[in-house]
């Protein structure tokens, strides 16, 4: 079926004479993929705007990081607060965490990235070769090459700091402090975007916040903006008392209905596309107000749209199946997946809870086990990612609608 965003002869006649007109799709669906029209987030953009201006301007202004569950937009959120960073000037930096990440290493090929750059500035020449001495230090000590870490004091001169204590907190702080010092010199901030941050390895974990925390205290422009899932709150307390007092732990939800709304209609608009009211209220019975979701559905939605650029309650319910299937393929699939049978069986229990987060208790009766033996199933489940802990004896799924997937797929 063919969706027009002209209303002029030439296209009627296109459709008349059997010629397909091909238009491109407004709905994103994917991890980190900016839609078309960010709903209901300008808030958290003004803020974001308002610190990195604040910074520039030789301010101080509390790190962020982003929390939330699967398919909220944290990512897309990040992005869009690095592209705004760099229209002001700042230098910047991108990391995606994961299981497997080498920190140490990626801090390295960043503040060699910084230091080039910087070094360009004719205020700062003097300065470049002690704070590069710094960046080889740090990488002698903490090889991104075999993964070793060698200890000792470097041989050089009294006055010359160096990051080869062999502690990594230690040296992490100084290497930042020398690349602060830097970008103060230079009149360019320098801001950190981490991504999955919760996935950061906890000596890692624990020598970023400390090493966030000096910059503070000296009043150097290195800020830190960060997303990851709702377990970040407790790793990062664990690892350091005042992380709430150095991180502005801004929670990311679902859209309210009104931001819902505009997510599903406003894209469809500038190709003259509109929705039934009736159409509207079943897309948000099925996401739940969840920016990913909507993207998806949109995409299959606007495929199978009628021609007269209409979409009624028919078309999204024709649609849903698609939908699901589609989610149960990969969003959902890839996650259920990566789990053992027991920790399967730990999930399936867990989504016939009445109500989430749900306690402990109630999936280990649905078990037949007592709490303590299926503990280090949930566990690993949180390691893994897809499910946390919002508070003590509950757990609650990290991926929206995990429930009804497993349901469709094992429960039917």
Partial sequence: MLIFNHFDDRLKENCISGRSIVLKNPYKPGAGFAPEYLAGRDQLLDTATNNLNELKEGGMVMHTVFYGVRGVGKTVLLNRVEEMADNLGFLYSHIECNENFDFNKNIIIQSKKFINQLSLIKSVKELIDKVKLVVTSFKTTYSPDDNTWSFGWSQQPYNVETADTGDFTTDLITLFTSLGKLAQKANVPICFFIDEIQALDKKYLVALITAIHRMNQLGLPILLYAAGLPTILRIAGDAKSYSERLFNFTKISSLNDNDAIDAITVPALQYGVKFDDAAVSLILKHTGGYPYFIQQYGRIIWNLAAIDRHV?????????????????????????????????????????????????????????????????????????????????????????????????????
């Fill in 312 to 412: 009624t309650k028919e078309i999204v319910h024709t649609s849903y199946d698609e939908y699901t299937e589609t989610l149960d393929n990969s969003f959902y699939g890839v996650r259920f997946n990566r789990s053992t049978k027991a920790e399967k069986d730990f999930l399936l229990a867990m989504s016939q809870c009445k109500h989430f987060p749900c306690a402990m208790n109630e999936v280990s009766k649905k078990m037949n086990r007592d709490s303590h033996s299926i503990s280090p199933l949930r566990n690993n489940l949180i390691n893994k990612g897809l499910i946390y802990s919002p508070s003590f004896g509950e757990i609650d799924f990290t991926v929206p609608h995990f429930d009804r997937f497993l349901e469709r797929t094992f429960l039917k």
